[in-house]
């Protein structure tokens, strides 16, 4: 009896890494070719570095499909195709922000100095000045801010999850999703009108403005973290329960400590939310060019006003106030950057040892 004998299989072909990234690179080269000879023949003012990635990204993409298809075959090559589009989505949706942070730099390094971050603007009409008024008064006003929305979030969205039934619930969602999408100025306008009404109408201090980014900061915490409460397993609170813990020291023993990780970010983005808001600030807390750290007394210096104002009423030293308000812009994104950064290492440290 003779034996079956089975061919073995034979591999596939596929496109080599290097091919790849050749591909890549003539696809960049091709695209950043064109766009320094549109430059060079004064078409284009300046070379657009963003339009540049986008079109090469779009280049690779065609020519890695038209690659893997007489390579690899039609099936392949359509899904090399469809992972192109993914990724020039992702890069699409990056490029903004690409262009926005580089451009915030390039701009706001010529006044990125000690100047800036140790004076303030009083008597200052030209050159020179800082922001450190306005940069303790961001500081000070959100962290009121903070210390008013968090807890009221937190419990509200502990409510909603562990306790809400009935009506009362179906009240507080409503009305949280409609302050989502209340305008920031209406949330500074009823702050004004709030402390109007027993302080006068000429009030203006810093701790109305952390009430009115409140209103903008609450519904964020709440529904971010009632989010992270529901998914927490039921599980882990019928174990909690068998063992005979009470309802409430469950919530703060077991189901809070869990999701922690995800409500630390949550806050984050609500104070990322928050801190460059205008609007609310120029009702209610106005500006100031002095240094004024009492949040309960006079007006205060922010960030987002000074941008505002040192780019709105410029000088006779024009480019002194662009160079400021653009040191000013660079200076709230690092700060919403180190926030961020530091969010993720106090959730990574508080996190249950197994979710680490």
């Not at 989505?89 to 903004?96: I, K, N, R, S």
């Not at 109408?201 to 973290?225: D, K, N, Q, Y």
């Not at 007394?297 to 662009?322: C, E, H, K, N, W």
């Amino acid at each position: 009896m003779t034996a079956l004998v089975v061919p073995a299989p034979t591999s596939a072909r596929r496109l080599s890494k290097l091919t790849l990234w050749a591909t890549a690179g003539v696809s960049a080269l091709v695209a950043f070719g064109v766009f320094g000879v549109l430059m060079a023949a004064g078409i284009s003012e300046g070379f657009n570095i963003v339009a540049a990635v986008f079109v090469s990204a779009v280049l690779f993409v065609v020519l890695s499909y038209i690659l893997s298809r007489i390579v690899e075959g039609r099936r392949k090559a359509s899904d090399r195709l469809a992972t192109g589009l993914v990724t020039t989505a992702f890069v699409v949706a990056l490029l903004p922000l690409i262009s926005l942070v580089y451009t915030a730099v390039i701009n706001g390094l010529p006044r990125f100095d000690a100047t800036f971050f140790n004076s303030s603007m009083r008597n200052v009409v030209g050159a020179g000045g800082g922001g450190l008024h306005a940069i303790i008064g961001t500081l000070e006003i959100t962290l009121a801010a903070t210390i008013i929305s968090v807890p009221i979030g937190i419990m509200t969205a502990i409510y909603l999850v562990e306790y809400g039934k009935g009506r009362l619930a179906k009240a507080i969602t409503f009305f949280v999703d409609v302050m989502t999408g209340i305008p920031s100025i209406v949330a500074g306008l009823f702050a004004f009108a709030l402390f109007a009404i027993f302080l006068g109408p000429g009030i203006r201090f810093g701790i109305g403005g952390s009430v009115a980014l409140s209103i903008l900061m609450i519904p964020v915490v709440v529904r971010s973290t009632e989010e992270m409460l529901k998914l927490v397993p039921n599980e882990l609170r019928e174990a909690s329960y068998a063992l005979g813990v009470p309802k409430w020291l469950t919530i703060v023993k077991i189901v809070i400590p869990t999701s922690i990780a995800g409500i630390i970010t949550g806050v984050m983005l609500s104070i990322s939310r928050i801190i460059g808001e205008t609007a609310p600030l120029l009702i209610i807390v106005g500006m100031s060019t002095s240094m004024n750290y009492n949040l309960f007394s006079d007006r205060m210096a922010t960030l987002p006003v000074f941008v505002y104002t040192q780019y709105a009423s410029q000088g006779s030293d024009a480019q002194a106030y662009i160079d400021r308000a653009w040191t000013g812009a660079l200076v709230l994104i690092l700060i919403v950057m180190a926030l961020n950064l530091i969010a993720r290492l106090v959730s990574k440290l508080l996190a249950p040892k197994g979710l680490r």
